[in-house]
Antibody, heavy 124, light 107 residues
């Protein structure tokens, strides 16, 4: 059974840092790209960052670029999100999600097939 | 960035009714579209990928269709457990983007 378990959230002051972790099990972690997706209270979903299986390709949303760093340790089956210079607008439930891909006419299309339960980050 | 516009924002349906939710992309996404269901207090769950492929374990009353910039999710016979918020997502280009969601309730 695929499991993704996030940890490391909490209450932090603006301008400070926090590091989230996501421990994966039930699949070969090193074969899959991974993502962080967040959801502000009562709001929709916002993709934050993606990392390919070997860390060769990394992408960020403009809202976090330069402040957040996604990384992974395939030996530990763990995904990370280092968050610095936190702002009140970063307050959200942060989900770790695995992505799979599908070939479409234009190229690869990515979708999130497994999600963790989420970890809350409050910046105040 | 590709903008995803979902409609309606909310709707209520009777048990057994057919429900359709629409999603429009700001440019052609070549069927690179997924649909998710989120129940209160839970993580989103994948329903449909590639615009029309049903994820394993998802009931067959869910179906997806569309091409180009226009896509839809259909629930053929509304059940109590289908209450929740539904999101579309384009996976063709970074940044990956979601629709704003459709809240579905039982009438």
């Amino acid at each position: 059974e695929v499991q993704l378990v996030e940890s490391g959230g909490g209450l932090v002051q603006p301008g400070r840092s926090l590091k989230l972790s996501c421990l994966a099990s039930g699949f070969t972690f090193s074969n899959y790209g991974m993502n962080w997706i967040r959801q502000a209270p009562g709001k929709g979903l916002e993709w934050v960052a993606s990392i390919s299986s070997s860390s060769s390709y990394i992408y960020y949303a403009d809202t976090v670029k330069g402040r957040f760093t996604i990384s992974r340790d395939n030996a530990k089956n763990t995904l990370y999100l280092q968050m610095t210079s936190l702002r009140s607008e970063d307050t959200a439930l942060y989900y770790c999600a695995r992505h799979s891909n599908l070939y479409v006419y234009y190229g690869l299309s990515y979708y999130f097939d497994y999600w963790g339960q989420g970890v809350m980050v409050t910046v105040s | 960035d590709i903008q995803m516009t979902q409609s309606p924002a909310s709707l209520s349906a009777s048990l057994g009714e057919t429900v359709t939710i629409q999603c429009r992309a700001s440019e052609d996404i070549y069927s690179g579209l997924a649909w998710y269901q989120q129940k209160p207090g839970k993580s989103p769950q994948l329903l449909i990928y590639g615009a029309s492929s049903l994820q394993d374990g998802v009931p067959s009353r869910f179906s997806g269709s569309g091409s180009g910039t226009q896509y839809s999710l259909k629930i053929s016979s509304m059940q109590t457990e289908d209450e929740g918020v539904y999101f579309c997502q384009q996976g063709l280009k970074y940044p990956l983007t979601f629709g704003s969601g459709t809240k579905l309730e039982i009438k």
